[in-house]
């Protein structure tokens, strides 16, 4: 299994490309299953999810062709996916392939919109909380699916197809936002989505539905109106910037010190991020390739910060903040308000020398002066790269294990970094 050794104490300088946001690429890759007609998806990102994605889409029958430049190339913009579904052979979604990764299940969405019927796997356990799919099967049978439990699989049946109607989320969550969103383009009538999620994520896939013909306005708002259509076409759409990872760049800049330009950021997707990074004494500049960050001389001031649906604080940024306060000079309070069990990092960087309190929801940080390498172990893809954060300003030898989980969230993140000075190196087997 790979692991990842890092010597500490090296300040980061360069650029940094960021890559196709893969909250945006999965759902943009299961949306082309609404059309028979060829979707093309331009700088999608190469991850593990990516790559399984691609697996569960043709067990369904769908083609995906996939182009791009060599990894290695100087101008890496991605990778050009052509996705084709225009003979689903299966409607079902197996557990062997579902219980890999969450997101596998909103292929029900599609497959009943166009095909009136789904067999999908329960997508199982979670290290981070339990982020039940209860809401996705409501938004369904509002839109009047038929839907059972059985032996773990969700059996979703829509006869004579899908109707329009109103769906009030009780609480905002993005994968429902999604499934209603994709089921509804092809459902007969008006479809209203009340206190939808508000994500840039969401925003990119309702852009692209536009594209292939769909009838959305007020994605980006808490209410989303969708017209359904009988059928969409073919489209071309390019996949927003990663603002985690842009996020996360940033915050690794802010803990070594030093300036890195991230090329093709955009700073609207996450300005409260960028804010609470200003807070904490980092200088952010916008320009017209992305956002240029800096930290020199200046100490790393404390932030108090809770988590909450965009636009406000990202939950898939808040590890990584937490490892940016552990050298802050003072404490710091972080609130979890999305998901519960996502503090799993905490004890890893305990390991560094850091010094956290964990009551209920809310961490407190008391900033250190200095953190230590140490061997660590990755719990979830964002806790795992706080660990990377800690270890580029910790003294010594870092060396961080079961990073599988890097690699479903972070495209090329070793080559990214030396390429800024870090010392950081992949150690196979």
């Known amino acids: 299994m790979d692991r990842i050794r890092i010597i500490g104490g090296n300040k980061l300088h ?245 300036e890195v330009q991230l090329s093709g950021a955009r700073p609207e997707l996450l300005q409260s991020a960028l804010d609470v990074l200003t807070e904490a004494g980092a200088t952010i500049t916008v320009n017209n390739d992305g956002i240029r960050v800096a930290r020199n001389g200046a100490g790393i001031s404390p932030v108090t910060v809770s988590t909450a649906p965009f636009p406000g604080f990202p939950t898939d940024l808040q590890a990584q903040l937490m490892a940016l306060m552990t050298r802050a000079k003072g404490a710091s309070h972080i609130t979890e308000t999305i998901f519960e069990n996502r503090f799993m990092h905490v004890q890893e960087l305990a390991r560094f020398g850091a010094r956290i309190q964990l009551d209920g929801e809310t961490a407190t940080i008391d900033g250190v002066a200095r953190l230590r390498g140490a061997p660590v172990m990755a719990t979830d893809l964002r806790a795992s790269v706080s660990l990377v954060i800690a270890a580029l300003a910790a003294e010594g030898e870092t060396m961080v294990n079961r990073i599988y989980h890097l690699d479903r969230g972070f495209e090329r993140l070793e080559e990214k970094l030396s390429a800024c000075g870090a010392s950081i190196e992949r150690i196979s087997g």
């Open 14 to 258: 360069g650029t940094i490309p960021i890559s196709g946001a893969k909250n945006a690429a999965l759902p943009l890759m299961i949306a082309a299953m609404l059309t028979d007609e060829t979707l093309i998806l331009d700088n999608v990102p190469r991850l593990a999810d990516v790559a399984q994605l691609q697996r569960i889409l043709g067990n369904h029958g769908v083609d995906i062709m996939a182009a791009g430049k060599r990894p290695g190339d100087h101008e890496y913009q991605g990778q050009t996916l052509h996705i084709s579904a225009k003979n689903i052979i299966d409607t079902t979604a197996p557990y062997e392939l579902v219980s890999k990764m969450r997101a596998s299940f909103w292929v029900i969405a599609p497959l009943l919109a166009r095909m009136h019927e789904a067999k999908v796997s329960l997508p199982g356990g979670c290290a981070i909380g339990t982020r039940p799919v209860d809401l996705l099967i409501m938004a369904l049978e509002k839109l009047g699916a038929e839907l059972s439990i059985d032996a773990g699989y969700v059996v979703a049946k829509a006869p004579g197809g899908l109707k329009g109607a109103t769906i009030e989320f009780p609480k905002v969550t993005v994968s429902g936002t999604h499934v209603a969103l994709m089921a509804a383009t092809l459902a007969r009538g008006t479809t209203i989505i009340a206190n939808a999620a508000c994500e840039p994520e969401i925003t990119d896939v309702a852009d692209c539905l536009n594209k292939m013909g769909a009838k959305i306005t007020g994605a980006g708002t808490p209410r989303i109106l969708i017209e359904g259509v009988a059928k969409l076409h073919g489209a071309r759409h390019t996949v927003l910037p990663d603002r985690i990872e842009t996020g996360t760049y940033a915050m690794a800049v802010a803990m070594t010190g030093g």
